[in-house]
């Protein structure tokens, strides 16, 4: 085999890889959407920034990368998100911060990242749920004993008078977890 037809192979291998690494990377054109931070790791977000991408941008409903982010369970993410200015307390249309999210649909790391950040645990949505109701409802044990750890309230109330606990027993990850009895000791004081 010659030089010339090695350094081909060579080159065309190279491409094959560039193309692939390309690819790999969210687009920045579908910044502040769920899709790019499925898949963005920290590197990503601060390529976009660079590129001019805003960290405050919103969606139509109101939310902010660092809600998309809190909501991709990605720590790292959420970290690059907070180091570049993001506001850990920004609230979309139903009133939700990154925290809410978070602990609804995020991991326990992103809700650590974000409580790291200064993100209020108290912090109340439009029916006055706490993320730790929406960690009981919708999130996972793992993001119930970060919010509990991070001193949420237990006995924090929504607007119909509804504890964690009572959030909780519609989520088996949460109900059937040693965390729960945690939760269900306010319900007896």
Known sequence: ???????????????????????????????NSEGFFESAAAADVRRCLAAGAEV??????????????????????????????????????????????????????????????????????????????WAALSGNAETVAALVKAGANIRAKTSAGSLPADSAEYNDKVKNHDIFQVLDAARRE
Request: hydrophobic content about 40%.
């Open 1 to 31: 085999m010659t030089i010339f037809r090695h350094l081909m192979i060579a080159t065309l291998l190279g491409i094959g890889l560039y193309a692939r690494n390309a690819e790999a990377q969210p687009d920045c054109d579908l910044w």
């Open 56 to 133: 405050e941008a919103r969606t139509e409903g109101g939310e902010t990368p660092l809600h998309l982010a809190a909501l991709g369970g990605n720590a790292e993410t959420v970290t690059a998100l907070v180091d570049a200015g993001a506001d850990v307390e920004a609230r979309e249309e139903d009133n939700r911060t990154p925290l809410h999210v978070a602990a609804a649909g995020g991991t326990a790391e992103t809700v650590t990242a974000l409580v790291k950040a200064g993100a209020d645990v108290e912090a109340r949505e439009e029916d006055n749920r706490t993320p730790l109701h």
